[in-house]
């Protein structure tokens, strides 16, 4: 935990600083037609993009840190199976997002007042959603081969597909073509069905977006084992 203030508290202050900036330059039209204030619109999304960025950032620097200083074969050594490496790096992942998220909704709950509508939306959108990028974190990291590489997912793949999953504005307010495009991004899913266990309201169908990124998840757990399995770019 030397690093806490960098892996946990750093993320809890980018999320209020984030919150105060939209909320006093867009608050009248962030939830237009959605019947909540722009403030109980933006937190939970702002709660759930600061977790699942940080679901990515956990496995891939742990594993890019290893291959680029050598220290991967700690991980290649034990006698562990893919399956028991790709639980270790799930759960660390998903543990560090459970404790900024803890911590990221007391910290905004001092600014606005924000009840849950729905533990089950937010339990489920929120392992669902973390689970999933970081899935994409190790699989990133696998693929890596320097700092480089890893910016290049972030950049270009992350950073882009999170700014655009409808954290900072209702779907409503987007022309008709650009609600289709939306539709197509996964973000768009976890961020919507984790709002909407704090607001409740969803703009598009639970069940679809729960069974969607059960799918999603499914795939990018078993291309993960494939790469742990065979040693992608480990064992060479």
């Known amino acids: 935990m030397n690093v ?27 939830a237009e ?4 204030s722009g403030m109980q619109f933006l937190a939970p999304g702002l ?16 594993l890019i840190i290893a291959k680029v200083q050598g220290n991967i074969v700690d ?13 270790g790096l799930l759960i660390g992942a998903l543990a560090r997002c459970l404790i900024i998220g803890l911590m990221g909704y007391v910290a905004i709950s001092c600014f606005v007042t924000l009840p849950v509508s729905s533990l089950i939306l937010v339990l489920t959108f929120g392992f669902l959603g973390n689970l999933m990028l970081a899935t994409i974190g190790i699989l990133a990291g696998l693929w890596a081969d320097k700092f480089d590489h890893m ?3 972030t950049n270009f793949i992350i950073t882009p597909l999170t700014f655009l999953s409808g954290t900072f504005y209702a779907l409503s307010t987007l022309p008709d073509t650009w609600q289709k ?3 197509f991004n996964p973000f768009f899913y976890m961020i919507d ?8 309201h969803a703009e598009t169908p639970i069940l679809q977006g729960i069974m969607f990124l059960i799918v999603l998840n499914l795939i990018l757990l078993g291309a993960a ?4 399995k065979t040693g992608y770019k480990t064992k060479s």
Do not use: C, D
Not at 5 to 12: F, K
Not at 33 to 36: A, E, T
Not at 75 to 87: Q, R
């Open 47 to 62: 709660l759930m993009m600061t977790m699942i960025q940080n679901a990515f950032s956990n496995p891939s620097s742990s």
């Open 151 to 153: 910016a290049t997912v």
């Open 181 to 183: 495009v939306a539709l």
């Open 75 to 87: 991980i290649l050594m034990p006698p562990l199976a893919p399956w028991e490496v790709l639980s």
């Open 193 to 200: 069905g984790f709002r909407a266990g704090f607001i409740g």
């Open 33 to 36: 037609g959605i019947g909540v």
């Open 225 to 228: 084992w494939g790469m742990l």
């Open 4 to 30: 806490y203030m960098q892996t946990l508290i750093a993320p809890v202050v980018t999320l209020i600083l984030f919150f105060a900036v939209f909320t006093l330059s867009f608050k009248q039209h962030m």
